[in-house]
């Protein structure tokens, strides 16, 4: 193993408080599932278990494994790490349909004395519902996702560890809330679907295309943190800047345009369902 990687791996030790975390939060959710799914099995199968699952070990793997020391030595590592954090991990969590299955995974009267008048306050559940309206997920998404790649903030980010775990927190948090329209984990209503669904994620592939785009063709690094400090890579400053200009470009795009893809053929079978089921009536 070449020297740089093997240091990496001797100063790497997993974070205690973060890996625990992550280890509550996934016993309180399958603690949650098992109980709902005496009642509701056809909703809650076992892949859904399975997604929340692996979407905790994605962030873990993003910020809690030796990938988070390569990506304070690789911009191309660090643009991984993002796209764990904002396009794997969120999906992943909500296809488990978590709201549920983590208050039933809590203790009885920690759902009665805590969760219960916290719920029954309308200004928080109107909040919520305003978080997750299609406009302010998108815009909250994207303009964190820009704003921390601005050359100022982003190497700040890097020289500040506690603003480094506020950027990602910035990023799963806000990612979330992008992709909760998207998937309408129950007991979500859906409000927003049909074509304008497909015009939310072909504006954020957009987005994504244009940063990517100028990290991509621009003749300069753009960030200066990559400068300062010593690369035991031997990669040059800009050839890591476009090798992680490009994997977000594609990998982005693809979670991006995929599910606008799947949408696509959604609704023209739908929409000659419909035009169909009008000319038999016809008839």
Known sequence: MPAAYRDIFVEWSPPIVLTGTLILCGVIYVRGWFAI????????????????????AVIWVAIASPLDGFADALLSAHMVEHLLLMSF?????????????????????????????????????????????????????????????????????????????FEHLCFLGTSILFWWPVIHPWPARRTFA???????????????TVLSAFLAFCDR?????????????????????????????VIGSVIFLVPAIILTFRLVHSNRSVVSGDGMGRE
């Open 89 to 165: 991990a969120p999906p992943l969590l909500l296809l488990g349909h978590p709201v549920v299955p983590l208050l039933r995974g809590f203790p009885r009267w920690v759902r009665i004395y805590l969760f219960g008048p916290l719920l029954r306050i309308e200004m928080l559940r109107n909040l919520s519902h305003l978080l997750v309206a299609p406009l302010i997920a998108w815009l909250a998404m994207n303009l964190a996702f820009l704003g921390w790649h601005v050359p100022a903030a982003y190497d700040f980010a890097l020289e500040h560890e506690r603003w480094h775990e």
């Open 37 to 56: 799914r005496k009642t509701r099995p056809i909703q809650f199968p076992w892949w859904r278990l399975g997604s929340f699952l692996l979407g905790l």
């Open 194 to 208: 049909g074509w304008y669904l497909l015009l939310y994620l072909v504006m954020a592939d957009i987005v994504n």
């Open 221 to 249: 690094p753009v960030y200066s943190y990559y400068l300062r400090e010593p690369n035991a890579f031997h990669l040059s400053p800009l050839s890591d800047q476009r090798a992680g200009a490009v994997v977000m470009w």
